[in-house]
């Protein structure tokens, strides 16, 4: 085993051979969401409310053996018989560090991330490390678990210290580890002037390089890992560092209308997406990494008869995407590995006491289309109607569509 480092446009090992890494992200996990797990709102808001309901004392027991449950040797054995080789590993900061008690590092954060980087290298699988939410929110969606929709992260330099402060201590406890493939220091920023986050990737490079000189660092690009536009010569300065897009395609959403039958149009369509997130980095020579993709899929429970037709258009999505990245070698990590029936390769029975319980309630945040990710606003359009043309009256077109929006063309 050696560690990965980037060479040209390819990961490389030590030996200089190429490796290309396919694998998936463990979200849900060390950071939670909504659509994965079945709770609404962010992971801090559930986790306030579960100990006001139970008790702090079992709430931390109730979590800590989610986290221990979630991944286990099983579902690396699993993983790996499929012919994957890497595990994105989202984490949330809150781990590490409190709020009330910034830059006091909480060494129970390594608790479950040591357990399962451990497991996957028993099964011989990489791992990167992705720090999937920052104080303040490094972007405007649910993700970020800050509760809003403002990325205060980019507005306030102490929340940019104290990750600052957070990578370190990661790459002290991480730097000799080569099972772990790299690291992904900040998931899918949204900063509306474009250059703080070029600003923040040169401290946090040069921060993890003053320990570790050894791991691949990958980088984001800006608006949801969608855009290098504003990236310039940066790269000049970032040695070992590979750049990752998400390459969401609006065919494998319920908000696109179109059906996807991989005609010779979608399939350009699709292409051209992909190659415009990419485009900076082709430039320039060079490694793309692909952080996230894939669609999300219909539930019998929720659209019935037309489930299996739904399903059969968003595997076509799928596959025409994985045709375009084994054409070009192209290193990838799917979103994601586990869930409760909507996006994950793998997901919890209908049966299960846990989705027998949450039946009813799932069932309306379904009809409601509560949770942002891949809603289906079918039952509630008539409500917000009037509501959307009040504002397209009012408000003059060149205000209406406020940065990040759009992002998945």
């Known amino acids: 085993m050696s560690f990965l480092k980037v060479s040209g446009t390819k990961l490389v090992d030590e030996a200089g051979h190429e490796v290309i890494l396919r694998g998936a992200g463990l979200g849900g996990w060390m950071n939670m969401e909504n659509f994965i797990s079945g709770y609404p709102g962010c992971e801090f808001q559930i986790r306030e409310a579960l100990a006001e309901a139970i008790g702090t004392e079992k709430s931390e027991f109730f979590f800590d053996k989610f986290l221990e449950y979630f991944f286990t040797d099983v579902d690396a054995e699993f993983f790996k018989s499929l012919g994957l080789n890497c595990i994105r590993l989202p984490f949330n900061y809150r781990h590490f560090e409190d709020d009330m008690n910034p830059r006091v590092l909480k060494e129970s954060?390594?608790?479950?991330?040591?357990?399962?980087?451990?497991?996957?290298?028993?099964?011989?699988?990489?791992?990167?490390?992705?720090?999937?939410?920052?104080?303040?929110?490094?972007?405007?969606?649910?993700?970020?678990?800050?509760?809003?929709?403002?990325?205060?992260?980019?507005?306030?330099?102490?929340?940019?210290?104290?990750?600052?402060?957070?990578?370190?201590?990661?790459?002290?406890?991480?730097?000799?580890?080569?099972?772990?493939?790299g690291y992904n220091p900040l998931n899918e920023p949204t900063d509306a002037k474009h250059t703080r986050v070029v600003a923040f990737y040169d401290r946090v490079h040069a921060a993890i390089r003053a320990i570790d000189v050894k791991h691949a660092i990958f980088f984001d690009g800006n608006t949801f890992a969608s855009d290098f536009s504003h990236f310039g010569d940066s790269h000049k300065k970032w040695d070992n560092?590979?750049?990752?897009?998400?390459?969401?395609?609006?065919?494998?959403?319920?908000?696109?209308?179109?059906?996807?039958?991989?005609?010779?149009?979608?399939?350009?369509?699709?292409?051209?997406?992909?190659?415009?997130?990419?485009?900076?980095?082709?430039?320039?020579?060079?490694?793309?990494?692909?952080?996230?993709?894939?669609?999300?899929?219909?539930?019998?429970?929720?659209?019935g008869e037309v489930t299996d037709q739904i399903n059969a258009q968003r595997y076509k999505v799928l596959k025409d995407q994985l045709d375009i990245y084994n054409k070009d070698r192209l290193s990838w990590s799917i979103w994601l590995y586990k869930d409760i029936g909507f996006q994950g390769m793998v997901y919890v029975s209908t049966s299960t006491p846990y989705m027998q319980l949450f039946s009813k309630f799932l069932d309306k945040k379904h009809r409601l289309a509560v949770d942002a990710w891949g809603a289906d606003d079918t039952h509630v359009k008539d409500v917000y109607q009037p509501l959307t043309d009040h504002i397209l009256e009012e408000i003059p077109e060149k205000f209406r569509h406020i940065y990040p929006h759009p992002v998945w063309k």
Not at 142 to 151: C, E
Not at 256 to 282: A, H, I, N, T
Request: proline share 2%; net charge neutral; glycine share 8%.
């Open 109 to 181: 954060g390594f608790k479950h991330l040591d357990r399962v980087i451990s497991i996957c290298a028993k099964h011989g699988i990489y791992t990167i490390l992705d720090l999937h939410t920052a104080p303040g929110g490094q972007n405007t969606d649910w993700h970020s678990d800050h509760g809003g929709h403002i990325a205060n992260f980019w507005n306030h330099k102490d929340f940019q210290d104290r990750i600052i402060w957070l990578w370190t201590e990661l790459a002290k406890h991480y730097k000799d580890n080569k099972w772990i493939a």
């Open 241 to 303: 560092t590979a750049y990752s897009i998400h390459d969401y395609s609006m065919f494998g959403f319920p908000s696109f209308s179109e059906e996807y039958v991989s005609s010779d149009e979608q399939r350009k369509r699709l292409k051209r997406s992909y190659e415009k997130k990419r485009e900076w980095m082709d430039q320039r020579g060079l490694c793309v990494w692909n952080g996230e993709w894939g669609p999300v899929y219909a539930r019998k429970q929720f659209e």
